[in-house]
C-alpha cells in the first residue's frame, strides 16, 4: 500500500478544511471499505482523514416527533445496539446488523455504505424507502439531498469537491408502518447481495396511504422504483396489489448477468424479494407501533 499521512480531526471545520485543502485526501469513516481499496491500488491518497472523532458524525440522536439523526460516521454496532432505534426503525437495526459479520460491524458505518455507492450496497434501498435525507457540508456551507439522489454511478456520488456526508436524516416512522429490507445471497453471510429489496409503507383503512420501494444489484446505482410505490398509494392492502407492485419492479430492473446471477434471475428475484418485503412490512404496519 503506498504511504499515506494520516489526521484525525476533532471538528467539522478542521475536517472540511482539510479535506478542501490542496492535498488529494480521501475520508475514512470504518474503513472497511477504504482500507480494501486501498490496499488493492484502486484509490490512492495523500492524506487520510478519518471522521471518526467529530462529534456530528457520531451522533445517535432519535425523537419521535423529529425523526433520526444519524452521523456518518456511526458503526452498525451502535445502530442494533440502541433500543429506540431499533424500535422505531427496525428494519434499519436489522440492516445494521447483516452487514459484513460482527468485527466488520464494529466499524462499518451506513454513512460509509451509502458514500462507497457500490450497486449492492444493503443499507441504500432501505435508507431510499425511508425517505432518508443526506446533510452535507463544504468549505461552500451546508446542504442537503435525498438519498435516492446521491448515487450517480458504481462508486460515484453526488458530493463535490472537498464536501463530505455529515449525518442522514430519517423522519418519524409514524403510525401504521412498516418497512423491511430482504436481500438473497449465495451463503448465508459476508456475500454481495444478488438482489437486494428494501420497502416501507404506511397503512390506513386496509388500504396503503404511501409506499417505497427501492432495489440492490440490480441497475449501476441504487435503483428507487417511485412508480410502483406511488401506485400502490390509495390500493387495497392485499395480495393482488402487492404482486402488482411486485411485478413492477422486476420490470424496473436492469441487471446485468455475471458470476453471481443472470439477468433472468436476477428480475425473478426482484419481484420475489419485493413481494415478501411488502408482506414483512404490511405485517409491521398492522401491528401499529
Ligand atoms: C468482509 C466484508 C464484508 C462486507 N459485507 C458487506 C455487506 O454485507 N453489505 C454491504 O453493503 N457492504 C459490505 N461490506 C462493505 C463495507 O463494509 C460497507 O460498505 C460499509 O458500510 C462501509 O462503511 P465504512 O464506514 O467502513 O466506510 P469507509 O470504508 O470508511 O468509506 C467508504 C467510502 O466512503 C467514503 N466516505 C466515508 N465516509 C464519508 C463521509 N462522511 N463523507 C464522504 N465520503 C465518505 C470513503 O472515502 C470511502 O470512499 C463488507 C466489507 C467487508 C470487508
Given at each position: 500500500m503506498k504511504e499515506f499521512d494520516y489526521a484525525a480531526p476533532r471538528s467539522l471545520g478542521e475536517a472540511t478544511s482539510l479535506f478542501g485543502g490542496p492535498r488529494k485526501a480521501l475520508l475514512l469513516a470504518g474503513g472497511t471499505d477504504l482500507i480494501v481499496q486501498l490496499r488493492a491500488g484502486r484509490k490512492t491518497a495523500d492524506l487520510v482523514i478519518d471522521i471518526k472523532h467529530i462529534p456530528e458524525m457520531n451522533e445517535i440522536r432519535y425523537d419521535p416527533a423529529g425523526g433520526l439523526t444519524l452521523g456518518a460516521?456511526?458503526?452498525?454496532?451502535?445502530i442494533y445496539g440502541d433500543g429506540?432505534?431499533?424500535?422505531?426503525?427496525?428494519?434499519?437495526?436489522e440492516v445494521a446488523a447483516l452487514i459484513g459479520g460482527t468485527q466488520i460491524q464494529g466499524r462499518?458505518?451506513?454513512?460509509?455504505?451509502?458514500?462507497?455507492?457500490?450497486p449492492s450496497a444493503d443499507a441504500i434501498p432501505l435508507l431510499i424507502a425511508l425517505r432518508a435525507t443526506c446533510r452535507i457540508a463544504g468549505r461552500g456551507g451546508a446542504r442537503e439531498i435525498a438519498v435516492e439522489d446521491f448515487c450517480t454511478g458504481p462508486g460515484r456520488n453526488s458530493l463535490q469537491a472537498g464536501e463530505l456526508l455529515v449525518s442522514l436524516h430519517l423522519p418519524p416512522?409514524?403510525?401504521?408502518?412498516?418497512?423491511?429490507?430482504?436481500?438473497?445471497?449465495?451463503?448465508?453471510?459476508?456475500?454481495?447481495?444478488?438482489?437486494?429489496?428494501?420497502?416501507?409503507?404506511?397503512?390506513?383503512?386496509?388500504?396503503?396511504?404511501?409506499?417505497?420501494?427501492?432495489?440492490?444489484?440490480?441497475?449501476?446505482t441504487p435503483l428507487f422504483v417511485r412508480e410502483a410505490g406511488e401506485w400502490l398509494a390509495g390500493k387495497p392492502v392485499n395480495a393482488e396489489s402487492i404482486q402488482a407492485a411486485a411485478e413492477m419492479a422486476k420490470v424496473a430492473a436492469a441487471p446485468i448477468t455475471d458470476m453471481r446471477g443472470t439477468?433472468?434471475?436476477?428480475?425473478?428475484?426482484?419481484?420475489?424479494l419485493t413481494r415478501r418485503a411488502l408482506e414483512a412490512a404490511v405485517q409491521q404496519a398492522r401491528e401499529d407501533r
Open positions: 460516521a456511526v458503526p452498525c454496532y451502535r429506540a432505534v431499533s424500535r422505531a426503525y427496525p428494519a434499519l437495526s462499518a458505518s451506513i454513512g460509509g455504505n451509502l458514500c462507497n455507492a457500490a416512522a409514524g403510525k401504521r408502518s412498516g418497512s423491511q429490507y430482504l436481500r438473497f445471497i449465495p451463503r448465508n453471510e459476508m456475500d454481495i447481495a444478488v438482489v437486494g429489496a428494501g420497502v416501507a409503507v404506511t397503512l390506513e383503512d386496509g388500504v396503503f396511504r404511501s409506499a417505497r420501494i427501492a432495489l440492490s444489484s440490480v441497475a449501476p439477468i433472468e434471475y436476477r428480475k425473478h428475484l426482484c419481484a420475489v
